[in-house]
């Protein structure tokens, strides 16, 4: 079979997971010891913006390309540019800059003329006056240029691009895949991971970082709301709180899944699911046959429906299995809490839900307080919602009476 055409799409794509993956390894550097990284931003002015310990920055334009292309020269629109674009950074945000990253994959066109980015560089930070350097010279010309369109005067461009580097990785685009896994695996905490573990964490901080590189806002809907004096000034610092990484998010993002190093409970015939039933019928007419108020039964709704949303979290962050182990794991604790509830209650009465509701609200608590490690960061109201379920699945009762049949109409 002939090799399929390249889709522009999944170039496109491929390109920009380069970028997340070097942002990634950038921001990793937050959890290396003695670290002068503050926080990295994902498409914030640049491509990737680091923020040092001395409250500078460091503006990173990244560029791609395979690697029987050519080498990327200063003539070409995408490293000019980003060249320029850093000159008009350096001039809008004056003293806030301490240097510049033009990064590639790939390699610069190096013969030391006017079309080498590294000459051009390394005149404008060891010959800012541009001595010796004939007026037609490639080097002044190239400067001119920028000058003029960028409409600045020629030293705040030979400022700003002495500030530049230059970073050749040398490797295809693909490689920061393995890139990412091993330089979490060299994390001295995380050396006793498994290769698989790692791997989810890597999946992980990309999933993080492709998410806050759109333009989405950072924040609650009342906050996107808020009348205030600068409106076009609050949305941009939601959507910048939103492009942040910090030391605290990528520990949180590099912590091992629970699974591997905790025993989860279960229970018998536990039923593997892919999500949580839509309906809960079968719960209300308990719930109602218990003596139960409709208060309480709409509140025990929505318990359900925030463990389906931790539920879909584990599936997608974990996968499905791994879902499914920490839903049994509930299961057997609110199963556990209703059965003693309902020990403590249904005395002297057939319809004894609403005191065995009351008496597991309190039982749950003491028991997330006492589960905790083993809640995955939930709370009682998630055990709650389990027992909700449990009852949709006969599994718990709200009174003596087990015939779910609504009553006749009167004749």
Not at 124 to 145: F, I, M, Q, T, W
Not at 236 to 245: Q, Y
Request: one cysteine or more; aromatic letters at 8%.
């Amino acid at each position: 079979m002939s090799e399929l055409p390249r889709d522009p799409g999944d170039e496109v794509q491929r390109r920009f997971r380069y970028q997340i993956n070097y942002a990634a390894l950038k921001a990793l550097q937050m959890l290396a010891p003695g670290s002068s990284v503050r926080s990295v931003y994902c498409e914030h002015l640049e491509d990737v913006l680091v923020e040092g310990a001395n409250g500078l920055f460091t503006g990173i334009q990244v560029k791609t390309r395979e690697l029987d292309q050519p080498q990327f020269r200063l003539s070409d629109k995408s490293v000019s540019g980003a060249l320029k674009r850093f000159c008009v950074r350096d001039a809008r945000y004056p003293g806030q800059f301490e240097r510049f990253v033009l990064a590639t994959n790939f390699v610069f066109h190096d013969n030391e003329t006017g079309d080498d980015v590294g000459t051009v560089l390394n005149c404008c930070r060891n010959n800012p006056g541009l001595d010796g350097l004939s007026p037609r010279h490639k080097v002044r010309r190239c400067l001119a240029e920028f000058a003029e369109s960028t409409a600045m005067a020629q030293e705040n461009v030979i400022a700003a691009l002495g500030k530049v580097r230059l970073e050749e990785r040398k490797t295809g685009i693909d490689q920061p895949e393995q890139d990412l896994v091993r330089a979490l695996g060299e994390i001295e905490t995380l050396g006793n991971q498994s290769v698989f573990e790692l791997y989810r964490m890597a999946d992980a901080i990309r999933a993080h970082i492709w998410n806050v590189s759109s333009l989405a806002l950072e924040g609650y809907v009342l906050e996107t709301h808020a009348v205030v004096e600068d409106f076009a000034g609050h949305v941009e610092s939601l959507r910048t709180r939103r492009k942040r990484l910090d030391r605290e998010l990528m520990a949180r993002l590099t912590t091992p899944a629970a699974a591997d190093h905790r025993e989860l409970l279960s229970i018998r015939e536990f039923i593997a699911r892919e999500n949580i039933p839509p309906g809960l019928g079968r719960m209300e007419l308990k719930m109602a046959a218990g003596g139960i108020g409709y208060a309480d039964v709409e509140q025990m709704k929505d318990d359900v429906a925030s463990l389906e949303r931790a539920f879909l979290g584990w599936k997608e962050k974990f996968g499905l299995t791994e879902a499914n182990r920490r839903l049994a794991h509930f299961q057997y604790l609110a199963n556990r809490a209703a059965r003693e509830a309902e020990a403590q209650t249904s005395t002297g009465s057939s319809a004894y839900g609403q005191a065995m509701l009351t008496d597991l609200r309190g039982r749950t608590q003491v028991t997330a307080a006492g589960e905790r490690d083993s809640l995955f960061g939930c709370r009682s109201e998630h055990l709650v919602g389990t027992a909700g379920l449990l009852s949709e699945e006969c599994k718990v009762w709200w009174s003596a009476d087990r015939d779910l049949s609504p009553a006749a109409p009167d004749a």
